[in-house]
């Protein structure tokens, strides 16, 4: 059966390289979609995972991405409730770095409390943490972008007062999201030249016993959402499937479809081709679930040198695409492979079906006929 099947793939080289690199293609697309939207997913929740946070308070109805807007005052009330172990505010607010004269891209300053590094940054790239109120920290690739360096000295203009703060960059991390981009300054940093005064944006909760201490913050705090880091990594991960993933998923789909009509008409035209030799095999007896294992064998053979054509295509297309939208992480690993390496297996199951269908048709007669 096999060497059937290779002698029938081979028979038109022209042929078999030309539905390889087609199907390939078709094959990358797929990849690069579902690359796209995990890798979106990853990228945008990867600082929610890393805040070393059981709860997070949030102003009722709001989200990650509103910033909401929380009395300072609330956090010593939450600190006198049973089980709580400790609890930091966090803000974020955007602003534009100064830097001799030049005024960067907007960016979203965490501020976080630097003496137990609740809500700093995850990854540090280069230089050092924040260790008092003049420093921070920017996105490395932001600060390529804006020719910004550690040591840099920067200020940032209080919306308030219209006085200018000055910082010293210590640290570039590893904070790009397709939001924008994020840097880091003490807590107390960020209070200072925040436009909103005894404002808070997030409350974050270590405690032991995160159940309790959600149901005790509702019974004496209104107007407020308690959240688990989980709640709110679903909370984005629901976002970014709205925003991109129907779209992506629509294109997985019609690529799936193109895939099987590709393999669907070369199997098609070389069992048309083949037909006598097929007439052959049913007269001397052969069964016809052995001519459908060959037909099969066939696509999956193609199939499988269309995958491994697919998986360095989309690795070329990934580092392209990166290069030119920056803000974007295109996540391709093992299990992604594994997936789209069963999606393209179907592919060849499916096609193979259109030419076993006229495999079936084929009366033996048809050698003594010709």
């Given at each position: ?13 022209t ?8 199907t ?13 939207i ?36 609330m ?8 089980d ?6 966090l ?13 960067s ?32 920290i ?49 807590y ?35 107007g ?5 880091t ?16 129907s ?41 016809n ?7 099969i ?29 920056s ?9 992604i ?19 076993i ?5 084929i ?8």
């Amino acid at each position: 059966m096999v060497s059937i099947s290779i002698k029938n793939i081979l028979h038109d080289k022209t042929r078999f390289i030309i539905t390889v690199i087609g199907t390939s293609l078709i094959v990358s697309l797929i990849l690069f979609n579902i690359g796209m939207i995990i890798g979106t997913i990853t990228q945008n929740t990867r600082y929610v995972k890393s805040v070393d946070a059981d709860l997070w308070v949030i102003e009722e109805d709001e989200d990650f991405y509103s910033f909401s807007k929380l009395p300072t005052s609330m956090i010593d009330s939450i600190n006198t409730i049973d089980d709580v172990d400790l609890v930091s505010g966090l803000m974020i607010q955007e602003y534009r770095l100064k830097h001799n004269g030049y005024k960067s891209e907007k960016i979203s300053m965490i501020g976080y409390n630097i003496s137990n590094h609740i809500g700093g940054p995850s990854t540090l790239i280069s230089g050092k943490h924040i260790s008092n109120d003049f420093e921070i920290i920017i996105d490395h690739k932001f600060a390529q972008e804006n020719n910004l360096k550690i040591n840099n000295n920067i200020s940032i203009t209080d919306p308030k007062t219209d006085v200018d703060f000055d910082f010293w960059i210590v640290g570039l991390s590893e904070s790009r999201s397709l939001r924008g981009d994020y840097g880091f300054m003490s807590y107390d940093a960020a209070q200072s030249i925040s436009p909103l005064v005894n404002i808070t944006n997030f409350i974050l909760i270590q405690t032991n016993n995160p159940k309790q201490v959600r149901d005790d913050i509702y019974n004496i705090i209104n107007g407020v959402d308690v959240l688990t880091t989980g709640m709110i990594v679903d909370e984005i991960t629901s976002f970014w499937l709205g925003v991109m993933g129907s779209g992506n998923i629509f294109m997985c789909v019609i690529a799936i479809i193109i895939g099987i009509i590709i393999a669907g008409i070369t199997l098609y035209t070389a069992t048309i081709e083949k037909r006598k030799e097929y007439g052959v095999l049913k007269a001397i007896g052969a069964r016809n679930r052995y001519i459908y294992k060959s037909i099969i064998f066939q696509s999956l053979t193609i199939m499988i040198c269309a995958f491994i054509v697919a998986i360095l295509v989309s690795q070329l297309l990934s580092l392209i695409f990166t290069i030119f939208v920056s803000k974007m992480e295109i996540l391709l690993n093992l299990i992604i492979y594994f997936f789209v390496f069963m999606i393209t297996l179907m592919i060849g199951i499916l096609s193979s079906l259109i030419a076993i269908k006229r495999v079936v048709k084929i009366d033996p007669l048809i050698v003594f006929q010709e």
